[in-house]
């Protein structure tokens, strides 16, 4: 089976995101900037709650007082989130921009076989036993053929006739896991 398609940064982004919102490692990363700054806030709350009511003696008015400080950690919790996305997709969005990328970005032709996958464009051809293929990847827009932990042949649907991207990342899943296993 074969694919042809012009790769485009969108491309390139789509992959990167997928990849970035994927990974365990990026999870781990994203969970830890995203609890632990609010719990350092939540403690610093607090201690400033316990000093102010030392000399008050009145927890639950001190409290009150302080609500909106306290305020700022559910803040920050719904906040961060919608933030963090953001910042990767600008970040990744500008990353693909950098340079020519000629051979990145170029008409391309994707074929898989029962011995392994072939990418190849006019400036660089590639090909890959399926064992030595990390994992084969269905996201519904894109299939992403992994050739290492970081880095993907990537296949839009628009390559393909309708129908026909499934049969191809089926086909794709089948050579992987039957070579790969063995």
Known sequence: MTAEY???????SAFS???HFNSATARRQYLRS???PAAILLLACITV?????????????????LSPLFGVVPLYLVYFPWMYRRKVR????????EGRNRALFSRRQVSISPEGITDSSELRRSWMAWPAIE???NNG?????????MSAIIIPRRAFAPGDFEEFVRTASKYHETLSAG
């Open 6 to 12: 012009e790769l485009t940064k969108d491309d390139v």
């Open 17 to 19: 995101l997928y990849h």
């Open 34 to 36: 995203w609890f632990i």
């Open 49 to 65: 709650w316990f000093l102010v009511d030392r000399e008050r003696g009145t927890p639950w008015r001190t409290f009150l007082d």
């Open 90 to 97: 600008k970040t990744i969005t500008a990353m693909a921009s």
């Open 135 to 137: 994992r084969v990847v």
């Open 141 to 149: 827009d894109y299939a992403f053929v992994y050739v290492s932990a």
